[in-house]
């Protein structure tokens, strides 16, 4: 297979200042995008506080490989901080063909000891950070009639976690976004998909660490570890979702340790009554939850569609 090219084209990627951000940006622009960096700088725990140095630093990474990338440090939680980095990609590269909605925080609490400082914060950077970015992104889009979006859920969203039910929420949030705005911008050559990460950051340091889950499961420490569950193992797939010849839109791609696989969510098979009781429920649950047949609807008619064909074969 002939190399993936991404030559003439534009990418935002936000949150790139470190980890998987840095590694989407890297590699996209060794593809020949011209990539603009997005970070806050702020402290993973810490306030709103700019700080232009990460991105900066990422940007000099790109430009000392030959690559052409400039840098930002506006925030996506506001909406004027998300239409001004779009506003400046466009203005500095003549247009903008991707953005990568990868800016995220962690604030992680048990759900009975979440306080404001760890659950508004996370549906600020994650939910309205992503509609926010998305908003002029799109318009854009729509203008030349091409896009690809690539927005990060997680498995803690489509599968739960502990301690983290603001996190799960919001990732839970950006995958149902994803679907919709799959639905919608396809009429206008614009694909939306989504990565479920999983890498060994600043962020997730605490539970992928030396010191956490993954670690005692593997055994892998040190630069052994990184190597691999480094963003580098997640970055191919995402940069994959955003390259023209990508035909998927409104999927979920899980990317861990080098491990690629396609996250869904689907609808069992069920049962059907014509006049469902409280006991039949209770008494037929097994078959009500037995995955064999399951579907998996493109959208919710056509879920709703499943409904439909069963009364057509009854009558």
Not at 195 to 209: C, F, H, N, S
């Amino acid at each position: 297979m002939s190399e993936l090219r991404f030559d003439e084209r534009v990418a935002l990627v936000t949150g790139a200042g470190g980890g998987l951000g840095r590694a989407h940006a890297l590699l996209l622009a060794s593809r020949g995008a011209a990539v603009m960096v997005n970070d806050l700088g702020s402290p993973t725990m810490g306030g709103q506080d700019h700080d232009a140095t990460p991105a900066e630093n990422v940007v000099a990474e790109i430009r000392a490989l030959g690559g052409i990338a400039s840098s930002n440090s506006d925030s996506v939680a506001t909406r004027d901080g998300a239409e001004s980095m779009v506003s400046a990609t466009i203005e500095e590269f003549g247009g903008l063909d991707i953005v990568i909605n990868n800016a995220g925080i962690i604030r992680n609490r048990t759900f009975l000891n979440i306080g404001e400082y760890e659950f508004e914060p996370v549906l600020d950077v994650h939910v309205k950070g992503c509609f926010y970015v998305t908003r002029p992104a799109y318009e854009h889009m729509k203008s030349v009639g091409y896009g690809r979006i690539i927005n990060t859920s997680s498995g803690s969203g489509l599968f739960g976690s502990f301690g983290q039910s603001a996190y799960s929420a919001a990732k839970a949030a950006i995958y149902g976004f994803t679907r919709t705005l799959a639905i919608e911008g396809a009429r206008y050559g614009i694909h939306v998909n989504a990565i479920a990460p999983g890498a060994l950051t600043r962020m997730t340091g605490d539970v992928l660490g030396d010191d956490g889950e993954i670690a005692d499961m593997t055994g892998l420490t040190g630069e052994d570890l990184l190597m691999q569950l480094g963003p580098q193992q997640v970055a191919p797939a995402v940069v994959y979702l955003a390259h023209e010849t990508c035909a998927l839109n409104g999927e979920t791609l899980s990317a861990s340790g080098g491990r690629v696989a396609r996250a869904f969510m689907g609808v069992t098979k069920g049962i059907y009554e014509e006049d469902l009781t409280l006991e039949s429920v209770a008494e037929r649950i097994e078959a009500i939850c037995d995955e064999t047949n399951y579907v998996v609807p493109d959208n919710v008619d056509k879920e709703m569609q499943l409904l439909l064909e069963h009364f057509e074969t009854e009558k």
